[in-house]
């Protein structure tokens, strides 16, 4: 709060949406680390260690493939066009339809995402938070109001000029929950942090690369996966961009870009080497490790949160709780402000309404923001209503299949003449994932044991690609 209040001092639409152009390169970068790593992964990837090893770094190489490719081809664009929203791109290649599909593509997924991953962190934290330090019954929709108020309160005026430092605050919580639980453990197992090492590396965890081309942890899957997911999630992504194009030049936005992608991998070798220390932490002293009582199978999400909140002790107790909730507040309060954005230019066109003064445009700023966050309120009850976290992964996964059209238009834009019928193009990015949808089912029957993992963005793109090609029209002359 007091880094809100002292940001937003005299914000205007510029300071709210990009910053004043005068984000340090350096704050962007290491905040950009609590935007990508949310409460979810915070608990998954140490938990699926104990069975996935360390594949998931497969992927995480992708990512910086797919940062290269964002620092040199994507950013270079969006700066030289003086951006605000990246989708005005497609509105100056391909027309106002083909811009308002791209942002209600990122809207929907940005919404369903960001509810599903409060929903799932916001249990956790009802749970050993609410539920185990008070002494009366603190309801579900109480403490998501509670999280989503605090968000609102310190974000609605300075927008980006306030997340650049807010989400560097947390971030650096968020590696520090990782550091200290790291040094709690190697506590417990009364060893040095060089034994902590070589227990480790000796370890199977540590296997990393997988090469069964039918499973869908194999490495050019991940790999290729990484770049795709990289390239569409972060560069294509106004969440994503927006701190990005808030830096004072390219050349700082692009150091910001090849940093963040460095801290990132070193963050995830962190994250990884701490699952593998929690599965030998479980397995030196006895202690079970949560699984499905009928199936057997390991509960990866609750294998961190269990060892922290129940054997560790208190201290680690309370860097977990602080670390997993500055990895929540930072990936989801940026979303309110990047909503919003997207909403303002892209669908009401609010940026050009020479009607309106300024202060009606910053009323109507709020207005927006504030339905928002009541919004993502909304959707995160009806999760619990239905109280079935199987459908979150769902709609998590459709939420997927919503960037494969965002990286067709833009591959198209980028990389091709082609001119395309833009009161179709919204049909035809309906149409795209639905097919994707239907192959990727068609594929699980046809190829028998054979699994789609992260290349389904790449073949999502392909028929977005192809389905776009048959409604070019010709240029005038």
Not at 220 to 243: C, P, R, S, W, Y
Request: charged share 15%; aromatic share 14%; hydrophobic share 50%.
């Amino acid at each position: 709060m007091g880094i809100a209040w002292y940001t937003s001092r005299k914000s205007t639409a510029d300071s709210y949406f990009l910053g004043n152009k005068a984000s340090p390169w350096y704050a962007v970068a290491f905040g950009m680390i609590g935007d990508s790593l949310s409460g979810v992964t915070y608990i998954s990837v140490p938990g699926k260690v104990g069975g996935a090893h360390f594949s998931y770094l497969q992927l995480v190489l992708g990512y910086f493939v797919g940062y290269f490719i964002i620092s040199h081809i994507l950013l270079p664009l969006y700066y030289k066009l003086n951006l605000t929203s990246i989708y005005e791109y497609l509105k100056s290649r391909f027309g106002k339809n083909t811009q308002k599909t791209g942002a209600l593509f990122f809207i929907l997924s940005r919404i369903l995402g960001a509810a599903g991953r409060l929903y799932l962190v916001a249990g956790v934290i009802q749970l050993f938070v609410f539920d185990q330090f008070t002494t009366f019954h603190v309801p579900f929709w109480v403490s998501v109001s509670v999280i989503l108020a605090l968000m609102l309160l310190y974000t609605y005026r300075g927008g980006i000029k306030t997340l650049v430092w807010t989400d560097t605050f947390q971030s650096l919580f968020l590696v520090l929950g990782v550091v200290l639980s790291i040094a709690a453990i190697i506590n417990k197992l009364d060893i040095s942090f060089f034994d902590a090492v070589s227990n480790v590396a000796a370890s199977e965890y540590t296997e990393t690369f997988f090469w069964d081309w039918k499973k869908s942890n194999f490495f050019f899957k991940e790999f290729l996966g990484g770049i795709f997911i990289a390239v569409a999630m972060t560069g294509l992504d106004q969440n994503m961009m927006q701190k990005n194009l808030s830096c004072k030049s390219l050349g700082d936005a692009q150091k910001n870009i090849f940093w963040f992608s460095v801290i990132m991998v070193i963050v995830n070798i962190f994250f990884l080497s701490l699952g593998a220390l929690l599965y030998i932490y479980y397995n030196q002293s006895g202690i079970t490790i949560p699984a499905n009582a009928e199936t057997g199978k390991i509960l990866t999400d609750k294998v961190f949160p269990n060892l922290a909140l129940n054997h560790l002790g208190v201290f680690a107790g309370l860097v977990f709780i602080i670390g997993l909730t500055a990895a929540t507040f930072s990936s989801a309060d940026s979303v309110l402000t990047t909503l919003t954005t997207s909403f303002y230019i892209d669908i009401l066109e609010y940026d050009r309404n020479e009607k309106l003064n300024e202060e009606q445009k910053k009323k109507r700023r709020t207005t927006i923001h504030v339905l928002f966050a009541v919004i993502l309120w909304l959707v995160i009850l009806v999760f619990d209503a239905l109280n079935q976290k199987a459908i979150i992964d769902t709609i998590l996964m459709l939420a997927g299949y919503t960037y494969g059209p965002l990286l067709g238009l833009f591959t198209l834009g980028l990389f091709t003449k082609m001119n395309l019928n833009d009161k179709l193009v919204p049909l035809i990015c309906i149409i795209a994932p639905m097919i994707t949808y239907l192959l990727a089912n068609t594929f699980k029957s046809a190829l028998g044991d054979y699994q789609i993992g992260n290349e389904l963005i790449l073949i999502n793109a392909l028929i977005t690609i192809v389905l776009l090609s048959s409604i070019q029209k010709r240029r005038p002359a």
